[in-house]
C-alpha cells in the first residue's frame, strides 16, 4: 500500500461515455467522477473508449518512426531555426533542456497550421504560424493534421468530464478558455544510452518535470520509461506508467493545478528509455485559448477546499498557486526556458 496520500498505480479509465454523445447523464457522470479522483490522487490517468482510430495512430507511428530514421542532415532542412516566432520544426537530440540539463532526445513541434492572412501571424504572435513539414517521408503532413484534429476532439470531450467532476456544467472550459484552444503537438524519438554522464550525473530521456499547461494526451510505444511521481509523508516513489494498449496516458498540467488551487495535482515526471532501442512519445497539448484571462475556478467541487503551497518541494520552486494574466503570456515565460537559443527570436 502506498503512504498516506501517496498512490501506487496509475488509474485506467473508460471514456467512451464522454465521448459519444448519446450516453446518458449517469454514465458521463460516472467516468467524470473517474476523471475527477484520478486528478485529485496522482493527476495521472490512462484513458480507453477514446475514439481515436488506430490505423490513423499506426499510421502516423510509422511515418516518425522513418523521419528519425533519416541522415541527420535531412532531419536539420526542418530545424526549429527555421520556424521563427512560430517555434515549429525539428531539434536533434541534446537540443531541449529540462532544469538547465539536456535531454536525450529529439523531436518534431506542431501546432495549428495557420497561414499567413491569420490576423495573429499577420502580428507575429509567438506559437502561431505555419509548421515546417518534411518532404520525406510522404504524407506526414496529413497524417500530423488528422491526428491533431482528433485529439483536439477528444480534448474537449476530457475537459468536459473534467467540468462534470467539478460540478461544473460540462461546456465550463469551451465556454471560458478553450473555444479556440492553443494545440500543441511533439513527436519524441529517445535513443538508448548510458545512464550517467561524464560528469557522473543522470542522463534522462526527460528529466523530472510537470507539464505547463491544462491537459496532456499522450501515446507512448511499447518502449516504456515513463515514471510518475508519488510523495507521502516525506517519502518518494516513483510509479511506472507503461504502455497499456489501446490507451492514451492523460496527465493535468501546472495551469490547471492553479486554477484549482492545488486541489487537481500537476504531477512530477521523467523519462528514461532503458529498452535498449529507439522510444517513440507523441504528446499532444490541450490548452487555453493565447487570451484566455485565467482565473481561479470557483466550482461546488473547491468550495473550502484548498492544498498548501509546495513550491519549496517542486522540482521548479514555482508556486502552483500563482494566477494572473492571459494564457499566452503566461506560455512565453515557460516556453522561452526549454529552447534558450530560440528566446530572443520568439520574443524579439
Known amino acids: 500500500m502506498p503512504a498516506a496520500g501517496g498512490f501506487d498505480h496509475v488509474p485506467l479509465i473508460d471514456v467512451r461515455a464522454l465521448v459519444e454523445p448519446s450516453s446518458s447523464v449517469a454514465a458521463r457522470r460516472a467516468a467524470a467522477a473517474r476523471i475527477g479522483a484520478a486528478c485529485r490522487e496522482s493527476g495521472f490517468f490512462y484513458v480507453t473508449g477514446h475514439g481515436v482510430d488506430e490505423g490513423l495512430q499506426a499510421h502516423l507511428e510509422d511515418l516518425s518512426r522513418r523521419f528519425f530514421a533519416l541522415p541527420l542532415e535531412d532531419k536539420m532542412a526542418i530545424r526549429m531555426a527555421r520556424g521563427g516566432p512560430a517555434w515549429r520544426g525539428y531539434f536533434p537530440v541534446g537540443g531541449e533542456l529540462t532544469s538547465g540539463r539536456p535531454d536525450r532526445k529529439e523531436g518534431l513541434y506542431f501546432g495549428a497550421e495557420l497561414g499567413p492572412e491569420h490576423p495573429r501571424v499577420r502580428a507575429g504572435t509567438p ?66 544510452g548510458p545512464d550517467t554522464a561524464e560528469d557522473g550525473q543522470p542522463v534522462w530521456g526527460v528529466g523530472e518535470h510537470t507539464d505547463y499547461g491544462v491537459l496532456t494526451i499522450l501515446k507512448q510505444d511499447e518502449a516504456g520509461g515513463l515514471q510518475v511521481k508519488s510523495r507521502a509523508d516525506g ?73 498548501p503551497d509546495d513550491r519549496a518541494e517542486r522540482w521548479d520552486g514555482q508556486s502552483v498557486h500563482a494566477l494572473g494574466g492571459t494564457y499566452g503570456d503566461y506560455l512565453l515565460g515557460k516556453v522561452a526556458k526549454v529552447f534558450p537559443e530560440l528566446r530572443a527570436k520568439v520574443l524579439s
Open 127 to 192: 506559437l502561431h504560424g505555419p509548421n515546417l513539414f518534411p518532404s520525406e517521408p510522404p504524407g506526414l503532413r496529413e497524417a500530423v493534421l488528422d491526428y491533431m484534429a482528433a485529439l483536439t476532439r477528444l480534448g474537449h470531450s476530457l475537459m468536459a468530464g473534467i467540468a462534470i467532476s467539478l460540478g461544473l456544467d460540462e461546456d465550463y472550459f469551451a465556454v471560458r478558455y478553450t473555444a479556440d484552444p492553443l494545440v500543441l503537438f511533439r513527436i519524441f524519438n529517445y535513443p538508448p
Open 235 to 307: 517519502l518518494v516513489r516513483w510509479i511506472e506508467a507503461p504502455p497499456v494498449p489501446g490507451s492514451f496516458v492523460c496527465n493535468i498540467g501546472d495551469m490547471l493545478d492553479r486554477m484549482t488551487r492545488g486541489v487537481y495535482r500537476s504531477t512530477p515526471h521523467r523519462v528514461r528509455n532503458r529498452a535498449g532501442r529507439d522510444r517513440l512519445s507523441l504528446p499532444f497539448f490541450f490548452d487555453p485559448g493565447w487570451t484566455a484571462e485565467i482565473r481561479p475556478i470557483d466550482a461546488p467541487a473547491l468550495q473550502g477546499v484548498a492544498a
